[in-house]
């Protein structure tokens, strides 16, 4: 029985990981769950699974939750503060993160202190932390499984094989909404128009930064602390179709790839099933009638945030956090109608350029970084032109 | 060091081997040589690489063998028998078994009962023989390691898994230089046509087995050896790229797949390092300029030798033998332009019919059927239509 932490519950990867939760009920117990702000969907949740403890990270929900759950004997905890308690529970075995931005990293270090092997979906932990949380796991010894579909596939492709034997890794990118606009068209675009990804359906957040290619760019400085590799050995390949999930490249010439229907509770079960695989529900993929799959080159220079991430991620120390604060700033103010879509890498280039570099940053630094760099994106937005 | 048997040096598979054998001088050592007719170049591969032994199976070339290497100190067998001879070879670690048809198996169980590991290319080995091979592995506990491409996608994809887990394997097909033709053009292929394969450079008799797709019913029945499957779990599809060299499902959904560039080195080398990956020479696939992938199904009804490989399977006992027999002569006559291109699955087809299946036959029973099916299928030749 592995009892689980999920965090971040109501959000897509929460409620497909509670699906694939649900239908092992012999395997998983869920020991807590916890939300932002959606107080009813977590209560419903909660009523079905029975968690030992709840949080609800926004306090001003605090009572609706209670009110809810009243008579249940679940205890409810709120406040920012209550998910890193979650997160290093000693009755909790595996924790999975699917919190959204740079606030996940304080239950990602909580979890790994703690001992608790970390199922992580929230990429801006290792983003902004992924040093910490890379020392923080060795030190604990205990594993970081992968959510992410990109980071899954690799990961999947080099059990059995030999590290030091990966020549390159490959990350598809399914190109987002705009993959093959011009500059032009990109000026005119709404949150609505993309808040539409073409194969995945998402959070907000990470449909933003897919359309914007900044998703691949986190994944590509997510994959540099998950698999200990320098970045000139981290490809990204655009591959519309979101059949092939990643590509591992070994020196023999040999590459080994996963590949599926785009349905994240295969690497959602793959992490809380690890190293197992068990029966799963995802559609197939039927090879006789599978459309063509198609391979291009990410268009660095109409989504820059791809290269911006790059480089953030070779300068390295706290630059990476920086990258990562301006982006979910810049993303917020787009959807608020506040920024354009192009004024989204505008900024987070602006923001980049005025930061000084601190190296190997703690997590208090790194929690001042990410705030001055919020306040500076908020800036330049307004000044913008 | 590895002390490597290589079985049938002078032909495509032991030519490219050589390749790789030559690039570890460190790692390897050719222990001994073998071909069937071609003895200057075997003598030039033996002056190369200076083995103890080297075997000429047709002894009508022995003498001219034996004038080409007179000084060397090398020891030189002659006579269908010294294959065996080099395949139990207590000195040597690796028998590289790439013999053509069914003559290769008597090496495969020889190489197999002195404890060698086996690093398989002759299908036709397990084809014909699969239940002796395995079984003979299993008692000496030794690996076969697989060489064709496809079975080695499949050994590279189930590494580090769990093979209860497998839920499919999935066959790539070229499809061979005829795929999407009709049963009109069929009739009229000649041996030249048949030999121009779109993506592979191989020998003529597996080359022929690629137009037909018998080559692919081969392998479908070797999988089932191999990988210890059911029928019903080893599927075929078209994929003219021959980029994806096979593909394993898992029962949670997730899809393996091995890809590369056709390059027969790359499991060569992966079968003589295993299970280590040491750098190799083929050329990289670039995912930046890579044509799409396609996907089909196989024409099971222009092309019956596919279908007529299940059913030899699913009959099991001798019946794989027949089948095999029956089109390696019908292969052969089509090569002498004695049969067309559709005779060689009618043949095939009456052949099987008239048999009468022995449930576990031994090495003996083999030899008998196999010599049987060859006679009936040259007097099918000959009263065609």
Redesign the interface.
């Known amino acids: 029985m592995k009892r689980i932490a999920l965090l971040g519950s109501t959000g897509s990867i929460g409620t497909q990981a509670l699906q694939v939760v649900d239908s092992f009920p012999e395997l998983f117990r869920v020991h807590s769950l916890s939300a932002h702000r959606q107080a009813a969907k977590l209560a419903r949740q909660a009523r079905h699974f029975l968690p030992a403890v709840v949080a609800i990270s926004d306090e001003s929900c605090y009572n609706e939750l209670k009110a809810e759950l009243s008579g249940l004997g679940i205890k409810i905890l709120a406040g920012p503060d209550s998910l890193r308690e979650l997160a290093a529970d000693q009755e909790t075995d595996i924790v999975l993160n699917s919190l959204v931005g740079f606030a996940g990293l304080a239950a990602t270090l909580a979890a790994l202190s703690a001992g608790n092997t970390l199922a992580l979906a929230n990429k801006e932990s290792l983003v902004a932390g992924g040093h910490l949380a890379m020392r923080q796991a060795a030190e604990a010894g205990v594993n970081i499984l992968p959510v992410d579909s990109e980071h899954s596939a690799i990961f999947?492709?080099i059990?059995?094989?030999?590290l030091d034997?990966v020549e390159k890794i490959?990350l598809t990118a399914s190109g987002g909404p705009f993959f093959g606009r011009n500059l032009a068209f990109l000026q005119t675009v709404t949150p609505q128009d993309a808040l539409k990804h073409p194969n995945w359906v998402m959070g907000a957040k990470i449909t933003i930064d897919s359309a914007t290619m900044m998703n691949k760019g986190l994944e590509v400085i997510e994959a540099r602390w998950l698999f200990g590799l320098p970045y000139e050995k981290i490809?990204v390949?655009v591959h519309r179709e979101s059949i092939v999930h990643s590509?591992v490249?070994?020196?023999?010439?040999?590459?080994?790839?996963?590949?599926?229907?785009p349905?994240m509770?295969?690497p959602i079960?793959?992490a809380l099933?690890y190293?197992?695989?068990?029966?799963?529900?995802?559609?197939?993929?039927c090879?006789?009638t599978?459309s063509?799959?198609?391979?291009?080159?990410p268009d660095k220079s109409n989504f820059p945030c791809l290269p911006l991430a790059y480089l953030a991620g070779a300068i390295g120390g706290s630059m990476p956090c920086v990258l990562n604060a301006a982006n979910e700033e810049a993303v917020r103010l787009f959807l608020g109608g506040k920024a354009s879509f192009l004024d989204i890498p505008r900024i987070i280039e602006r923001v980049m350029n005025k930061h000084k570099v601190v190296t190997e940053p703690d997590f208090d630094t790194l929690h001042d970084v990410d705030k001055e760099a919020r306040l500076l994106s908020q800036e330049y937005a307004k000044m913008k032109g």
């Open positions: 999947q492709c059990q059995g094989q030999q034997a490959v490809d390949v590509l490249v070994y020196r023999d010439g040999a590459v080994l790839a996963q590949l599926g229907t349905d509770r295969v079960q793959y099933t190293p197992e695989r068990l029966l799963g529900h995802a559609p197939r993929v090879w006789n599978l063509p799959l198609n391979f291009a080159p």
